[in-house]
């Protein structure tokens, strides 16, 4: 489509001609935000949109126009939130479309689906469809050095997490947010923010051309490296801020499917391959495929710095994972070809600004995906999010405040969790001791369910609060620790004496 130009002022080509956009000759000379220079952007490229309040027919508040960065997986959620309340909603998205271009080797990361996330996609009717592309998941399968098998259950019976792929859940989110009536803007990546005045600006990622939009309200749902963030940071007095990176990255390998789209492995498990320093972790996909991830450490003796030719890489892997090596036919071409991930957790404040802006999702909390609570978090984010737009009527001015205030100590909490249970997954799940540990723990949530509910449930299979299940869990492996040390306890595991000790102390 061409450039519509009208004397002085150009309007964004990819706009729908349905919308409501204006265009004003005043803004060829704004300037990005932040700065008293004159834009990057050529005048002559420059084009700005001045986003209309749309009157409400019907008896809701007057409909706002949001602009959301990222049709990321929470973007999408949001939207659907946001557009189910009346408000017209664009969101902006930097890559092409991912419902027409193939998703690169090496990106197509499947999720652990659970409790909070489906709320989030309960609340605005999608839960089902959700369902039928992903794969219950009951428990973890841990493969030890000499190819044995645990299966060790999450919870109880009928408690699972699910296997999603990436793309497929995040493709048929965005279907269905434009099924809601959600416009999404692809190829548009955003540069700048001006969060004060809510305006942002895009540069075209097929033919580089710039323009900007203003609105009511902006939300950043940009992820980890979230642009939005970053204005926030700039534009904020006292922004706290603290990235943090594991000496891991991670690299994503394939098990294919076998005859006639069969799984190669128990299909209903997380597959876990723990080794001390490092893991394998593989999640079954719908067409009897598994994607594998490999947390490995950047450098040392066993790491992505140690492994340079293909003779190595399989030298480690008949040596570490024997049972993967015949699974994986792909195995030498994809280590070297898919790229290496890093890991980061992400901590910031504030969050919002007055009732013009706020991060969301990953842009606000990024964190390591060992609890699989990354996408979970940012879905209950928009959960709480929808349940403030009802309590203070859309009033903005209260929403974001106690937005902010409710998730950050939550958000903090989960970032912790995630790197505790790192440690837990790599090095623990394969000793006897955490064995026992948890099924003593099995045998006290069953006789007392409401006194004991194990950390990994409260997070995974309920809505306590993160900062609350933090607290408790912290506890109970206080309380654990000592057990452990009883004498006999592998005896008496299920003893009246062990359960008393137990219950005397919470
Ligand atoms: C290896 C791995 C495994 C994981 N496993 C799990 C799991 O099992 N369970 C779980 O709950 N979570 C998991 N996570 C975390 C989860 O992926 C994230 O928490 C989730 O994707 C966050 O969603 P988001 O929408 O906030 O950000 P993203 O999914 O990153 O989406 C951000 C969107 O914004 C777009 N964007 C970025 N910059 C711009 C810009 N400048 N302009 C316009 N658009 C922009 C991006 O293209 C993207 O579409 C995992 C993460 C990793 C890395």
């Known amino acids: 489509m061409k450039n519509k130009r009208k004397p002085k002022v150009k309007v964004n080509p990819r706009a729908k001609s349905s919308r409501k956009v204006k265009a004003k ?31 409400n027919a019907g008896a809701k508040p007057r409909a706002k126009e949001v602009l959301i960065l990222g049709a990321g997986l929470v973007g999408s959620l949001l939207s659907i939130y946001l557009a189910k309340r009346g408000y ?76 999603a792929s990436r793309g497929v859940l995040n493709a048929e989110m965005m279907t269905k947010a ?17 969060l004060k005045n809510k305006s942002a600006w895009f540069e075209n990622q097929e033919d580089t051309s710039s323009f900007s939009v203003e609105t009511d309200l902006i939300f950043g749902a940009d992820g980890a490296f979230s642009v939005a963030r970053l204005h926030m940071q700039l534009n904020s007095d006292r922004f706290e801020y603290s990235q943090s ?21 128990e299909k ?33 003796k066993d790491s992505f710095e140690s492994i340079s030719n293909r003779k190595q890489c399989l030298n480690f892997f008949e040596r570490v994972f024997p049972d993967v090596v015949p699974l994986m036919p792909g195995l030498l071409d994809d280590f070297f070809s898919n790229p290496t991930g890093s890991l980061v957790t992400v901590k ?7 009732d013009k802006a706020c991060l969301i999702g990953d842009a606000a909390h990024a964190l390591v995906p060992f609890y699989g609570q990354g996408m979970n978090c940012g879905f209950e984010d928009c959960t709480v999010l929808n349940s403030l737009m009802k309590k203070h009527k859309d009033d903005w001015s209260k929403i974001l405040p106690e937005f902010e205030r409710s998730r950050k100590p939550n958000a903090d909490a989960i970032a912790d969790l995630a790197v505790m249970n790192f440690f837990e997954m790599r090095d623990k799940v394969g000793q006897p001791e955490f064995l ?12 007392h ?58």
């Open 25 to 55: 000759s005043a803004v060829t000379t704004a300037t990005k935000p932040g700065s008293k220079r004159k834009p990057r952007i050529k005048p002559a490229k420059h084009e700005r949109i001045k986003t209309k309040l749309i009157a």
């Open 88 to 163: 017209k909603v664009t969101i902006y998205e930097r890559r092409p479309d991912m419902r027409k271009t193939e998703i690169s080797a090496g990106r197509s990361i499947n999720l652990a689906l659970s409790d909070r996330g489906w709320r989030g996609l309960q609340g605005v009717g999608i839960e089902k469809a959700i369902r039928k592309i992903s794969i219950p998941m009951h428990g973890r399968m841990i493969h030890g050095m000499d190819k044995t098998l645990t299966f060790q259950p999450y919870a109880e019976k009928g408690q699972s997490i699910y296997a």
């Open 178 to 194: 434009e099924e809601h009536g959600v416009t999404i803007l692809f190829n548009e990546k955003c540069i700048a923010v001006d």
């Open 245 to 265: 990176y594991l000496d891991h990255g991670y690299k994503e390998l394939l098990i294919p499917a076998g005859h006639n789209n069969s799984f190669l492995l």
């Open 268 to 300: 209903n498990a997380l597959h876990i391959w723990p080794r001390g320093g490092y893991m394998l972790i593989a999640l079954p996909n719908l067409d009897g495929s598994f994607t594998c991830t490999l947390f490995f450490p950047y450098k040392g």
């Open 348 to 354: 910031c404040f504030p969050w919002t600004l007055e």
């Open 436 to 447: 026992l540990r948890k099924k003593i723990e099995a045998h006290i949530h069953k006789k």
């Open 449 to 506: 369910p409401k006194q004991w509910l194990p950390l990994y449930s409260q997070v995974t299979f309920s809505h306590i609060p993160y900062s609350e299940a933090l607290k408790s869990g912290l506890k109970q492996e206080k309380i654990m620790d000592e057990v452990m040390k009883m004498n006999n306890i592998k005896q008496k595991w299920n003893s009246a004496e062990v359960e008393k000790f137990i219950l005397s102390r919470i």
